[in-house]
């Protein structure tokens, strides 16, 4: 039996259902909804130059299509992969020689314009100040650190958010209906919880769930053709099931680190495994996020619970000894200590304070009675003169002076009454008045 193929047009179903209206693009009505700028600048027929920050399949090119087919701009498009200056400038003179002529505006769309290094963004700096071209730049990366600060200023930046669940399930739900764009002239059978599944593993990306519900279509053409109904479990790895999206060079590596660090600082145990298990199956290096867990463990614990730092560091060794991913265990294990453990950054501010002092008075001289003094020299000039040895005073404490003479008053360390600094700051507290009683018997 030949293979069936369901097919409508020799374009990809995501392109075909890409939407042509700001009223149909879904997930983003913050930008597009009436009374917002993207809807108002479109009635207008004023478009600023743009800067579209999101993750992959949010709607970016969508909404600068859209800004295209409904406005009198003329509209080209480049890809920061392919193109260079030399491109930018032949748009260039195209837009001025239309504006010479008829007073039209041009809409240059930049897919990608984060790929450009910073001397070519400055090849777009003197057209959009005098107006020749409106620049729409469409990125992955956070545009603060991928863009040059004066282009940056001369566009306003959009935040397009990833496309939640529901919002993944209505675009689908569109492509199975549409009789012109999707599968709406066909009769297609679907278990109750495919689309969910769909949406579940395409992580807010439309494109890649109008791309998985096509290779699934493709795949079960026969089945389809026979009226059987498509099950969650004919959604398997043949259909080109995406790893979890996640970079480790870009913006999503430094999101994810830095939701697993407060989520952990916050007690929240549950976010903080689910944050290891997404960084572990985007394939971020174990031993990366044992090095983060080390430092959470002086930074956030302390001494609220000395054993954290230990526990954190024979987890870091099991997953160094075991790899991945038997020792992801070991670090699942520690990152539930670390969540559920109590809480100072009293040792991390008191050192940032010592670190400051330091700073500001240069290198102070020691108090000259805690130096040594292996030499006549030395003696003579009071090294080691009046030291008080500690272990000769009741409890080994003894009210001497070891700071620097201009520090002598400074206290850095200022324990929280939580875990185990409940004791240290009880012991120093004791301290305190031992010291302050052989002070008034000297």
């Known amino acids: 039996m030949s293979r069936l193929s369901f097919s409508s047009s020799v374009s990809p179903l995501a392109d075909r259902m890409r939407p042509r209206s700001l009223a149909e693009v879904v997930g983003q009505e913050h930008l597009t909804a009436e009374g917002k700028l993207l809807h108002e600048a479109l009635l207008a027929n004023r478009i600023p130059s743009l800067i579209l920050w999101g993750p992959p399949g949010c709607g970016k090119t969508t909404i600068a299509r859209v800004i295209a087919n409904k406005t009198k701009y003329r509209f080209e498009a480049l890809s920061a992969v392919l193109a260079g200056v030399k491109e930018v400038r032949e748009v260039v003179s195209r837009a001025r020689g239309e504006l010479d002529e008829g007073g039209v505006g041009t809409i240059l769309f930049v897919d990608e314009i984060h790929r450009f290094n910073k001397g070519q963004q400055d090849a777009f700096l003197p057209f959009v100040e005098d107006g020749t071209i409106t620049l729409i730049g469409a990125t992955t990366e956070n545009p603060s650190f991928e863009l040059n600060g ?131 199956d985007g394939g971020e290096d174990g031993l990366y996020i044992a090095r983060r867990m080390v430092r959470f463990a002086s930074e956030d614990v302390g001494n609220a619970d000395p054993q954290a730092l230990a526990i954190t560091i024979q987890a870091k060794e099991s997953y160094h000894f075991l790899g991945s991913p038997e020792g992801d265990l070991a670090l699942a294990q520690a990152v539930i200590y670390l969540a559920c453990a109590p809480k100072s950054n009293s040792a991390y501010m008191a050192f940032k304070a010592a670190q400051h002092c330091s700073k500001k008075y240069g290198p102070l001289p020691p108090p000259a009675h805690i130096l040594n003094a292996p030499t006549k020299l030395m003696k003579d000039l009071g090294f080691g003169k009046g030291y008080r040895y500690a272990h000769d005073y009741e409890g080994g404490i003894v009210s001497q002076e070891y700071m620097p003479e201009p520090l002598k008053n400074e206290k850095f360390y200022q324990p929280v009454e939580r875990g185990y600094e409940r004791e240290i700051s009880r012991r120093l507290e004791y301290w305190q008045r031992l010291k302050a009683e052989q002070m008034e018997h000297k």
């Open 150 to 280: 004066a282009l940056l200023s001369r566009c306003q930046v959009m935040v397009l958010q990833p496309l939640d669940k529901g919002g993944l399930i209505t675009l689908l739900k569109r492509a199975i209906t549409d009789p012109k764009r999707g599968y709406g002239d066909r009769t297609i059978d679907l278990e109750p919880d495919l689309l969910a599944e769909i949406a579940s593993q395409a992580d807010g990306d439309a494109r890649y769930s109008l791309n998985l519900l096509e290779s699934l279509i493709e795949v079960a053409a026969q089945k389809i053709a026979d009226g059987e109904k498509l099950l969650v479990d004919d959604l398997t790895e043949s259909l080109n099931r995406r790893a979890t999206l996640y970079d480790k060079t870009g913006e999503f590596h430094y999101n994810l680190i830095s939701a697993f660090h407060k989520s952990m600082r916050g007690s929240d145990v549950d976010a903080s495994l689910y944050w290891l298990a997404r960084m572990l």
